[in-house]
T-cell receptor, first 112, second 114 residues
Framework: NAGVTQTPKFQVLKTGQSMTLQCAQD?????MSWYRQDPGMGLRLIHY???????DQGEVPNGYNVSRSTTEDFPLRLLSAAPSQTSVYFC???????????FGPGTRLTVL | AQSVTQPDIHITVSEGASLELRCNYS??????LFWYVQSPGQGLQLLLK??????LVQGIKGFEAEFKRSQSSFNLRKPSVHWSDAAEYFC????????????FGKGTTLSVSS
């Protein structure tokens, strides 16, 4: 049982490049979320999903796309990276409404 | 919209002293509240959560928090701080569809002096 896994751990992009941050969980959790963490800003919700095929926007969705084709995977796509997207990205999952969220180890992204 | 305020950016406490970290929330209905801790370079770990019932909740590592609806607060406390408690602490409220995601405060960094 690996929990929540994220790949890659580190990534450097140039402005305008695209990439996908991968998130997978093996706990059969229905709910998954993406957050970004910036110094002094805490964690901010980007997108979340309440099940396969169902996603919704969080606090800071602009510049990011998501889809959820399976229960296990919830990738985050940056279509055209900008320096403002330099951050640490965390994926999380939970099994029930208002239940504990389990966080992945994070992806540190730098956009030059 | 839900929001969480942690008024203290940085707190320094002597080892063995008591600790209280403040959290205020804005939410239209009964909030679902959480405290998470993040040690340097680490992920997030749940300390405790409040859903309903007893307003004083116990968590891991000797932490407790008290929900006060009249003050819209959910302050975290520990009677005696250990050096290993130095970390960043985040208060969060359930959000999204039926609380399936979290809105976090900006965090409080705790330093422990010897």
């Amino acid at each position: 049982n690996a929990g929540v896994t994220q790949t890659p751990k580190f990534q450097v992009l140039k402005t305008g490049q695209s990439m996908t941050l991968q998130c997978a969980q093996d706990m059969n959790h229905e709910y998954m979320s993406w957050y970004r963490q910036d110094p002094g800003m805490g964690l901010r919700l980007i997108h979340y999903s309440v099940g396969a095929g169902i996603t919704d926007q969080g606090e800071v969705p602009n510049g990011y796309n998501v889809s959820r084709s399976t229960t296990e995977d919830f990738p985050l796509r940056l279509l055209s990276a900008a320096p403002s997207q330099t951050s640490v990205y965390f994926c999380a999952s939970s099994s029930a409404v208002y239940n504990e969220q389990f966080f992945g180890p994070g992806t540190r992204l730098t956009v030059l | 919209a839900q929001s969480v305020t942690q008024p203290d950016i940085h707190i320094t406490v002597s080892e063995g002293a008591s600790l209280e970290l403040r959290c205020n929330y804005s939410y239209g209905a009964t909030p679902y509240l959480f405290w998470y801790v993040q040690s340097p370079g680490q992920g997030l770990q749940l300390l405790l959560k409040y859903f309903s019932g007893d307003t004083l909740v116990q968590g891991i590592k000797g932490f407790e928090a008290e929900f006060k609806r009249s003050q819209s607060s959910f302050n975290l406390r520990k009677p005696s701080v250990h050096w290993s408690d130095a970390a960043e602490y985040f208060c969060a409220v359930g959000a999204g569809q039926a609380g399936t995601a979290l809105i976090f405060g900006k965090g409080t960094t705790l330093s422990v002096s010897s």
